[in-house]
């Protein structure tokens, strides 16, 4: 399958943690990245390359991946960290790219 | 560093082709690092990988758009374009460019546009 999933809605209390996950077969072959995009604005990257931080993104982001699931992992969620959440990886050929259905994240 | 910036009509009608540029500034568009991507994002819904283009000219395609669509790399213009041909409302949708990654069994985009919506209706 060349599908990859991701739960619709995720929810956190302030300082909390939360893990939001992406599943698909091509996950076994291939790590994901991960983007956060607000309302009206472009995504942005905070996870590449199973677990890489771009130097703006702070460190309370990771991510991880365990056979046909990768996941995101928020340390201590902030107001700021409200927003939609996509995972992106290759499909099972390699040479076709593929997004996940988004997670949109409510921090309480 | 490297800025990316969508271009195009906002409005097209049913059965036209719709035509976006993407300018690529802060760095030249043949250095190899980047594979030139279309991503779209149909109103309130998640994001849809439509192509990349190499510097080379070699392009993949997403297999559901593949029979409308053409990705062409400009070097000259430092910019790379999308045609998509007999287009429907269903292609409504905020057209992004990014700059594409690849990795050891991995890719990412970074930079992004800003993103242009672009509205099929007669």
């Known amino acids: 399958s060349s599908e990859l999933t991701q739960d619709p809605a995720v929810s956190v209390a302030l300082g909390q943690t939360v893990r939001i996950t992406c599943r698909g077969d091509?996950?076994?072959?291939?790590?994901a990245s991960w983007y956060q995009q607000k309302p009206g604005q472009a995504p942005v990257v905070v996870i590449y390359?199973?677990?890489n931080r771009p130097s703006e993104i702070p460190d309370r982001f990771s991510g991880s991946s365990s056979g046909s699931t990768a996941s995101l992992t928020i340390t201590g969620a902030q107001a700021e960290d409200e927003g939609d959440y996509y995972c992106n990886s290759r499909d099972i050929s390699g040479n076709h790219l593929v997004f996940g259905g988004g997670t949109k994240l409510t921090v309480l | 560093q490297v800025q990316l910036q969508e271009s195009g009509p906002g409005l097209v009608k049913p059965s036209q082709t719709l035509s976006l540029t993407c300018t690529v500034s802060?760095?030249?568009?043949?250095?190899?690092?980047?594979?030139w991507s279309w991503i779209r994002q149909h109103p309130g819904k998640g994001l849809e990988w439509i192509g990349y283009?190499?510097?080379?000219?070699?392009?993949f395609y997403n297999p559901s758009l593949k029979s409308r669509l053409t990705i062409s790399i400009h070097t000259s213009k430092n910019q790379f374009s999308l045609r998509l041909s007999s287009v429907t409302a269903a292609d409504t949708a905020v057209y992004f460019c990014a700059g594409g990654h690849s990795g050891s069994f991995s890719n990412w985009f970074d930079p992004w546009g800003q993103g242009t919506l672009v509205t099929v209706s007669s």
């Open positions: 091509s996950l076994r072959s291939y790590y």
């Open positions: 802060g760095g030249s568009i043949s250095s190899g690092n980047y594979y």
């Open positions: 283009i190499f510097h080379s000219g070699s392009t």
């Open positions: 390359a199973k677990n």
